[in-house]
């Protein structure tokens, strides 16, 4: 029954995948991964990225800022651009891999050994890049909530928040956990071969004729 399902559990963890890809790619740029709002000005908010910093007014629309050196940034930026390069390679091949050992792709039909293998690395590579972008995000959010209750910052001084990019990245990084594990699942399953069922059905076949003779007065 569950080989029914495999081309089903395929198509699912591909596009479960390919959704978790695509957010990751979208986490790695956008600006908002953290927000500060102005009590003095509350018409202004500042957002700060892995790339730059943006001012969003309420008149002026948004005016960004890249940043001047890699070297000047807080360690959990310059670690996060890096897994997040990270993730988003190993994301692709991944892709390209399981795309080859889909059953529905009808190249290499003769080498299921293979396209199982590729399943199966393919399903790897999406949790190895699912975990590679939940650590950057989760770390930048740890140093923010460290920094927001930190006593020794004067309470005048205003305190960085949660940016809207976090949660895009921790919903990318279970879209890509929930893919891989998918593909490699349907990867363990093994295919039922049509001389195996020609032997069970003459087997059951002999069992028959010889209950018949016994019965036989």
């Known amino acids: 029954?569950?080989?029914?399902?495999?081309?089903?559990?395929?198509?699912?963890?591909?596009?479960?995948?390919?959704?978790?890809?695509?957010?990751?790619?979208?986490?790695?740029?956008?600006?908002?991964?953290?927000?500060?709002?102005?009590?003095?000005?509350?018409?202004?908010?500042?957002?700060?990225?892995?790339?730059?910093?943006?001012?969003?007014?309420?008149?002026?629309?948004?005016?960004?800022?890249d940043f001047d050196s890699f070297l000047a940034l807080p360690p959990e930026l310059r670690i996060s651009r890096v897994l997040m390069f990270f993730s988003n390679g190993s994301g692709l091949l991944g892709l390209l891999l399981s795309g080859f050992g889909l059953d529905c792709l009808k190249i290499g039909e003769r080498q299921q050994e293979q396209k199982r293998r590729l399943l199966l690395f393919g399903g790897m590579l999406f949790w190895i890049?699912?975990?590679?972008?939940?650590?950057?995000?989760?770390w930048v959010a740890h140093s923010t909530v460290q920094e927001f209750w930190d006593e020794n910052i004067p309470d005048i001084v205003p305190r960085w928040d949660f940016g809207e990019a976090l949660f895009v990245g921790w919903l990318a990084g279970f879209c890509l956990i929930l893919?891989?594990?998918?593909?490699?699942?349907?990867?363990?399953?093994?295919?039922?071969?049509?001389?195996?069922?020609?032997?069970?059905?003459?087997?059951?076949?002999?069992?028959?004729?010889?209950?018949?003779?016994?019965?036989?007065?």
């Open 1 to 65: 029954m569950a080989l029914v399902y495999r081309p089903m559990m395929q198509l699912s963890g591909i596009l479960f995948s390919l959704l978790g890809w695509i957010l990751s790619c979208l986490t790695t740029y956008l600006p908002q991964w953290k927000n500060l709002n102005l009590e003095l000005n509350e018409l202004e908010i500042w957002t700060m990225g892995l790339w730059q910093a943006c001012v969003v007014q309420e008149e002026g629309g948004m005016q960004c800022k």
């Open 179 to 217: 893919g891989g594990s998918l593909l490699s699942c349907t990867s363990c399953l093994t295919d039922i071969h049509p001389s195996s069922i020609h032997y069970v059905v003459a087997e059951q076949q002999d069992q028959c004729q010889h209950l018949e003779t016994e019965t036989r007065p």
């Open 129 to 138: 890049s699912g975990i590679t972008v939940i650590v950057p995000v989760s």
